[in-house]
């Protein structure tokens, strides 16, 4: 069976979610010490932005991306010659 590739971004997208999840659901039930340094918050901002961007990606991907009408009726014209 043949698996298109663009229909596995919308997979990929998910499994990444799945992980970061996962992850963070792991922190919460075994929590790690943390040292109170100031890059740590830097590093909880780039790990919400990387979130951020794979949940619109997410969503981004499942959407419908059909042509519009308009443009489909134009391209099924035929082409007259010279």
């Given amino acids: 069976m043949l698996i ?8 990929m997208y998910l499994i990444l979610l799945i ?7 792991l922190l919460l039930v075994h ?3 943390k040292s109170g ?13 990387l979130l951020a961007m ?12 059909s042509n519009p009408p308009e443009a489909a009726s134009l391209s099924n014209l035929p082409v007259k010659g010279l």
């Fill in 54 to 65: 794979l949940l619109i990606g997410f969503v981004l991907s499942i959407l419908n991306k």
């Fill in 31 to 33: 929590p790690v010490a």
């Fill in 4 to 11: 298109r590739y663009r229909a596995m971004i919308p997979l």
């Fill in 37 to 49: 340094v100031a890059t740590a918050r830097l590093g909880s901002a780039f790990v919400l932005a």
């Fill in 19 to 25: 992980v970061h999840l996962g992850s963070k659901a």
